[in-house]
């Protein structure tokens, strides 16, 4: 099966069979479920031995102690997914083709279409306009279809407030789950940092799922140009000859940041080019997980 051009995925108005159609091109039959054992729960210590995965390690445990101990968890069968999604305007970029947040919205759905599917629980948090948006972590396919309408009914506009957002998704999660976020990550990127290392210390699974254009990643203008800030309204003249080379070393570093800080912090990474079939990023994307 051809996996389907972003563009022709992105102009299908059906979230739903935009879903099911991503979720078919995985061709995920028969590998493990990506979601399941990560609704484990505590059970218990046993002394570190070498070749322990160092992120089950209790420091706390050791500063009173002196001693290494790993934390074992009990899997369940299913784990809740929270949906995290930036509605942004810089989420609108680009205003042609297909943009940040079409793209984000796509693979949200496609990601809480296996979730369900698999019989996990899957919830969304949002803002917009200032206003939280949020739909619990439930299973079943009358619950997805009314995440889809939600997730349809938002919009990339004006600023939103990451880490209240995530930190607020995170505390509503029931039990150790997965919080998902989507996100170009430009915004206030100190405090949302500090708040997803927060919530994997809480115990969660976390994914940064940074979703990028080639048009942003590249600077592909050939003249001069005037760019405009998306949330700011800010304007700036820019000479792409002059400024191209400086613009992709700083582009290049910010995501080597942000794949680096999520690395560091035993958070999974993934980037999202919109320009990449959303089923082929998708799965390139689970492999990995």
């Known amino acids: 099966m051809t996996a389907l051009s972003p563009e022709v995925v992105a102009a299908i108005d059906d979230l739903e069979l935009v879903a099911r159609l991503v979720v078919e091109g995985l061709r995920v039959g028969g590998h493990r479920s990506p979601f399941h054992g990560h609704g484990a729960e505590f059970q218990q210590h046993r002394p570190y031995r070498a070749g322990d995965d160092l992120k089950y390690l209790d420091w706390k445990v050791y500063a009173r102690s002196n001693r290494l101990y790993t934390r074992q968890f009990r899997e369940t069968t299913n784990v809740s997914v929270m949906l995290v999604l930036d509605t942004s305007a810089s989420m609108a970029f680009p205003e042609t083709g297909v943009s940040k947040f079409r793209y984000a919205c796509i693979v949200a759905a496609a ?76 915004d206030d990127e100190s405090a949302t940092q500090r708040e997803l290392r927060h919530v994997v210390q809480r115990g969660h699974d976390v994914a940064m799922l940074q979703v990028v254009s080639r048009e942003e990643r590249a600077l592909t203008f050939t003249s001069q140009v005037e760019l405009r800030d998306l949330e700011s309204g800010e304007r700036r003249l820019l000479e792409p000859s002059t400024a191209a080379a400086a613009y992709r070393e700083s582009m290049t570093t910010f995501l080597a940041g942000c794949r680096s800080f999520a690395q560091h912090e035993g958070m999974d990474y993934g980037l999202l080019d919109t320009g990449d079939a959303p089923s082929r990023a998708l799965r390139d994307y689970l492999v990995h997980r």
């Open 111 to 186: 990601l809480a279409y296996l979730a369900s599917e698999q019989g996990n629980a899957v919830g969304l948090m949002s803002m917009t306009h200032g206003q939280m948006v949020y739909l619990p972590a439930r299973s079943g396919r009358v619950h997805l279809r009314a995440l889809l309408a939600r997730l349809d009914g938002l919009r990339a506009e004006g600023t939103w407030q990451p880490a209240t957002v995530i930190g607020r998704a995170a505390e509503l999660l029931q039990r150790r789950g997965l919080l998902m976020v989507l996100s170009d990550f430009y």
